[in-house]
Every structure is written in C-alpha cells, then in structure tokens.
C-alpha cells in the first residue's frame, strides 16, 4: 500500500488528536469531569515517551511505560499528605529516574515522561477520590494514547524511517553545500570560518545518521525485512558514502584555490558540489511526498564539464605536483554521481549480509544496565550532575508548596522538570520561553470563559490546544507552553475549579520554577566548570585513530563496508561532533569560558583537517592495487601509517621524549616513502605518500592544542 504524502508531523500528531477526542467523549458521555485531568494528563504522558520502532518494540516499551508509570503515580498517592515522607519520595524517584536516563534514549525517555507522571498526579489530586482513581485515569490516557499510536504505526509504519531518511538527505545537503564554500575563491581569506561552518553542518548531520541508524536498527531485529526498510538501507549506506567522499581532504584548500582562483576548475568542482548538494535536498523532497527520485542530468554534465577542465589543466601544467590530487577530488565527486544515480536502481543486498548489518548502541541486560550506571556515578559525569541538581531542586519544590500551603504549587516543579536541561544554553533558552508561552496563554485563557459556556465547547479547546501543544513542543517550544497553558486552565475549568484565581498562581508558580531551574544550573556543579576541552579533544583525535586503524587493514586486504568499518568510522565522526558540541557550547557563554574559546576552535580546526585527510584514504579503498613492484613501498607505507595511528592514539599522552623519538622515526620513514614514490613514479604511491605526509603534518599541532586545553583546565 503506498503511503499518501501526509505532513509528517501530521502523523505523529494524529495520536495525540485521536486520544483527546476519544477522552472528550467519554467525559462528555460519563460524565467525567473530575476524572477529566488526569485522563488527559495521562494522555500527554504517552505522547512524551511515544519512540519510534517496530509492533513488538512498541508493544514492549508500553508494558515498561505502564509499569513505571504505575510506580510513580502510586507513589505520590500513597505519600501525598505526608510532607516528610512525600518529599523524600519524590527526591528519590527525581534522582533514580534521571540516573537511569544514562543507559539509553529508551530509558532516558521514559524515565522522563515518569516524573511527569508523578507531577501530574500531584495536580490532578483530589482530597475526597479514592486513591486510585487518578492514577488509573493517567494509566488509561496513556494506555488509549498508545493503542492509538500503535494503529497509526500500522498505518504508516515507514514514515519515521522515511521521514528521518529525509532529514539526513537535506542535512547532507547543508554539508555538501559547507564543503562548496571552499571553492570559492572570493572567500579564500574566510578559511577558517568555513572550517567551523563545516564543523556543525558535520555535528547536525551525524544527529541525523543516528536517528536513522536508530530506526532501521528497530525495524532490521525482526526475522523479515520490508522492502521499504531493505530501501531506506540503500539510501542510508549511500549518504554515509556520500559523507565521507564529501569529507575527504586531497589537498591544501587555501593553497589551491589561490592558484586556481583565475581558472574556471575551481568553479566547476564549486558548482558540482552545489549541484550534488541540491540533489540530496531533492531526495528529502522525494521522500517527504513518497515519490522516487529522479536523477538530475545536469550532474553528468557537470561532471563531464569538469573532466574536461582536468584534462585542459594536466595539458598546459605538466608535472604539475596538484595535478593527481585534483584528479582524485574529481573521482571523488564522480563517486557521489555514481550514488545518486545508482540510488533508486540499486540492488537491495541479502538479508544476512555483514554488509547490511547496523551496530547496536543500546545497552541490553541487567548487568550491562548496571554497569552503565556506575559509570555514571560521579560528578564528571554531566548525567550525574543533572540528576543531582533534579533531586535538590525536587526537594526545595516540596519545601516551598509545603511550608507556604500552595494548593496549586506543583506547577513549580513541573516547570522546573520541563525546563531543567543538562546544559546550560539549553536550560536558558527554555525559561525564557517557557515565561513567554506562559503569560501569553494566561492572558488568552483569561478571555476563553466568555466564549467557551458549554461542557461541549470547553472540550473542543482541551483538543485543540493539546493537540497543538505536541505539535509544536519539539521546536517552538514558547508555542508549544501557550498551548499548554490554555489547555491546562481550560481542564480545570471542567473540573470545576477557580480557573480565575489560578490564573495569577500560574504565571508566578512559572516564573519561581524556571528562577529554581537556572539557580540549579548556574550554581549547581555548572558544567563550565567540567567543560572538558582536553578530554573531549584527545577522545575525538584517538577515535579518528581507530577510524584510521580500520581503513589501514582494509587498504591491505581490500574493500569491505562491514559493521566493524562503519562502526570504527561513526565513531569518529560521533566524536569530532561531540567537540563541535562542546565549542558551540563555549562559543555561546564567551564570558564563562574564557581563554577556553580560542583553543577550543584551534582543536576543532585541527580534527576536521586529520579527519578529511583520513576519510580521503577511506574513499581510496576501492581504488587500492597491490603488486610485486609496489611491495617494498607498501611495506614501508603501512609501518609508517601504523606508527602515525599509535601517535594518534597517545596524542594525549605526558611523555614528550617517546613522541619525539617515535615523531622522528616517522619523519624518516616519510622521507624514504617520498623517495620511493618518486623513483617508481606510481600515482598509487604519491597519493598514499601525501594524505600521510598531510596527516603527520598536523600531529605536533593536535598535541600542542590538547596540551593547552589541559592547561586551560
């Protein structure tokens, strides 16, 4: 059945819409208006943990929800009047549950969406009710909520894997467009700006290619695979191709584009790769409207154009040294061609290959689970920290509602909850617009009993507005808590509570929250005071090691993009972005992080480069020959190679006498790789001589900029 091109976030809404309209009906029938705040909290709950995968994973992730869910809203009701013994449960499940988010996005989402629960059993609490009622209205909103995602899912069960594939192709296409900006010889003098640029579309992209690693990982654990899902493979092995042709670095930018800047070579290789750029966003065009993708032929063209410009260059500069590498950033670009061409009529693989197989990143089994946690155990830990600082601000929440009687105070903890992030650029763009959607929808609600006089009409805003929220709670967050804020009031208009003399509790129990919220990350073991530079920088140079390590022993025995190759390979690009993070963490908070800025950009700068020269070596595995002529310079090629890559991995390390030993050892070995490649005037051998010779050139520099960032700590 072909799926209609439905909005996605369309689809994703649908549950929440279908389930509140379901709840509005059985309040309208039943008349269930005490009933009517919990149900829908409950609903809003399901939607707040509602992950992407396959009919058993999602059956599987409801049990768990249910039962933690259970947990949590019991515990309130079985302690709620007990200010000693509430706060101090409350404080246990704030710290427990945020712990547990360290095991994996699973966890990490429920255990979430559980201390939601528990706050919104505290606010929907009613001293006459039995003590379960509430708690059995939250459990059949989110059980209503995820029997209705689970029929969408039948519905359109690709659409998340279509829609994610869909992102990482217009993400690859901001990437490809970052990497054109280095042919443009009008900006030459803009290097390292470009640099940067590239850096965070490569942080933005490796977000992407994990959420479809994800979701095809969820959709392959099944003994059958879909055509669909063997399609969106295809498409997700020819991005990461795309990605690391795209990141291969052959040669000096800035020295070639000021040589080529009076010649229409440097234009033409700018202009393919903006066309390449433009074709990804097509496929995401493709994919988001359900249709196949049709190959654009003023690629070939292009292409064409530019051989001929090569061909033109080599002619009237002979034995020029630029000229191999020019012709392998050319073949390069013909092997992105070749993957958008071959996209739609490539052969699915089988089923079993080693090359079709996904890594697994989640952490499975009781033991691994616990293992993971006591990692975590320590302040270093930002996860750690943030489950402390939950815990105290859990505590002081109690202390306040308790000590001044607040009968609707626990809007501060909820606040605090939803604003609270990890990070604090994060948390600080949350308060701000948590206040705005707050008062803005203070202000609406205040207007909405002159129009809303019926049970009927009341209703169709708690649908409106609920549905709203989840549509924009993932990125227009002050949207998303106007909406929220209206259907809140509006719930308590049904209940039929003093919705008046709420108003004014909420925009103040807000603001309270989100002050509590930014004392916590500002005060609270802030994380630029464990901001990492050194570590973060000397992990992402080790790992581009290991990426280097895997492509050496291809490079010798040939040509396989097994799970091992990729796995080596997103390590890498996972920690080259995960440094992208940290210094646009830096780059936001100038006056906190000080001296830190600028090493942090040398260090950035400096991984990007060893990065492109290493992926150039990747994108070369294809091309690689071994023969009897070319032995005595392998040898001495992968000796070389594999002393590089343990210098790599010790970058870090405090014995500067062994790296200067081993340093020198190396630069000899260069020096005879220059005149063997040189005698034999092989391509093959010029090519291995200079990405390695590129390499090296930057390790004394990677060194130099962990050593400041350690000293900076």
């Not at 999602?58 to 007990?82: E, P």
């Not at 308790?402 to 763009?429: D, H």
Request: hydrophobic share 45%.
């Amino acid at each position: 059945m072909k799926t209609p091109p439905v909005n996605p976030k369309v689809i994703a809404t649908l549950p929440v819409f279908l389930s509140v309209c379901l709840a509005a009906l059985l309040i309208r029938h039943f008349h269930l208006t005490q009933e009517a705040i919990p149900l829908v909290l409950g609903i809003i709950a399901g939607g707040l943990v509602d992950l992407d995968n396959r009919l058993t994973g999602r059956l599987k992730n409801l049990f768990f929800t249910l039962l933690a869910f259970s947990i949590s809203s019991i515990s309130v009701k079985l302690t709620y009047g007990q200010p000693v013994t509430f706060a101090a449960t409350m404080t246990l499940l704030a710290f427990l549950f945020t712990v547990l988010g360290t095991v994996g996005l699973r966890y990490r989402t429920i255990s979430f969406g559980t201390l939601a629960v528990a706050v919104y059993t505290t606010l929907s609490h009613h001293p006459g009710e039995n003590w379960y009622t509430g708690t059995l209205m939250i459990l059949l909103g989110t059980s209503m909520y995820s029997v209705l995602a689970v029929l969408c899912h039948i519905v359109f069960p690709h659409r998340p894997v279509q829609e994610n594939m869909a992102n990482a192709y217009a993400a690859l296409g901001n990437y490809l467009d970052a990497k054109a900006g280095f042919f443009d010889p009008d900006e030459v003098g803009q290097f390292e700006q470009q640099q940067i640029r590239l850096a965070m579309s490569n942080h933005k992209l490796i977000a992407m290619f994990n959420l479809c690693r994800s979701a095809l990982f969820y959709r392959m654990r099944g003994q059958h695979r879909h055509p669909r899902t063997s399609r969106m493979l295809r498409y997700y092995f020819a991005a990461q191709d795309i990605h690391e042709r795209a990141s291969s670095s052959h040669i000096q930018y800035q020295d070639m584009v000021e040589k080529l800047k009076n010649s229409d070579l440097i234009y033409r290789y700018q202009r393919l790769l903006e066309l390449q750029a433009q074709a990804c966003r097509n496929i995401a065009a493709s994919l988001r409207n359900n249709e196949p993708y049709v190959y654009d032929e003023r690629l070939a063209r292009a292409n064409k154009g530019l051989k001929q410009s090569i061909e033109y260059y080599a002619a009237t500069h002979p034995g020029g040294v630029d000229v191999h590498a020019l012709q392998r950033l050319a073949a390069n670009l013909r092997g992105v061609n070749y993957q958008l061409s071959h996209l739609e009529s490539g052969l699915d693989q089988e089923h079993d290959s080693e090359a079709t197989r996904i890594a697994n990143t989640e952490t499975s089994g009781l033991a691994n689970i616990i293992r993971s946690i006591r990692s975590q155990l320590t302040l270093e830990s930002a996860i750690f920290r943030h489950a402390v600082r939950m815990a105290i601000i859990t505590l002081v929440c109690c202390a306040i509602v308790e000590g001044f009687n607040l009968s609707l105070g626990y809007w501060i903890w909820l606040t605090a909850l939803f604003v609270c992030q990890p990070n604090y650029s994060a948390t600080q763009s949350r308060l701000k617009q948590r206040i705005v959607g707050t008062v803005l929808g203070v202000f609406v609600g205040s207007l909405l009993p002159y129009f809303t006089p019926s049970l009927e009409t009341k209703l169709i805003v708690v649908v409106l507005a609920t549905t709203l929220f989840y549509f924009f709670r993932t990125n227009k967050y002050s949207f998303s808590t106007f909406f929220i804020t209206i259907q809140a009031l509006t719930s308590f208009s049904i209940a039929g509570m003093d919705t008046a003399a709420a108003l004014p509790w909420r925009v103040v129990d807000t603001i309270i929250g989100c002050a509590l919220a930014w004392a916590a990350v500002s005060y609270l073991w802030p994380d630029w005071h464990y901001l990492a530079l050194n570590q973060t920088g000397a992990k992402a140079i080790k790992s581009e090691a290991g990426y280097l390590r895997s492509i050496l022993k291809q490079l010798e025995n040939g040509k396989i993009d097994d799970v091992g190759y990729r796995s080596s390979r997103r390590k890498a690009h996972e920690s080259a972005a995960a440094l992208s993070s940290t210094v646009s963490d830096m780059s936001s908070e100038p006056d906190k992080y000080g001296g830190k800025l600028q090493t942090g950009f040398s260090l950035l700068k400096i991984n990007y480069s060893m990065m492109g020269y290493i992926s150039a070596l990747g994108a070369y595995r294809s091309q690689m020959k071994q023969s009897e002529d070319d032995a005595g310079f392998l040898d001495l090629f992968f000796a070389a190679a594999y002393r590089l890559t343990d210098l790599l991995e010790t970058a870090d390390s405090p014995d500067e006498e062994a790296f200067r030993q081993e340093y020198e050892t190396l630069q000899h070995q260069l020096e005879q790789l220059q005149e063997l490649a040189a005698d034999g005037h092989n391509e093959q051998s010029s090519v291995l001589w200079q990405q390695l010779v590129m390499m090296a050139n930057l390790l004394k520099p990677s060194r130099e900029a962990i050593q400041q960032a350690e000293a900076l700590a």
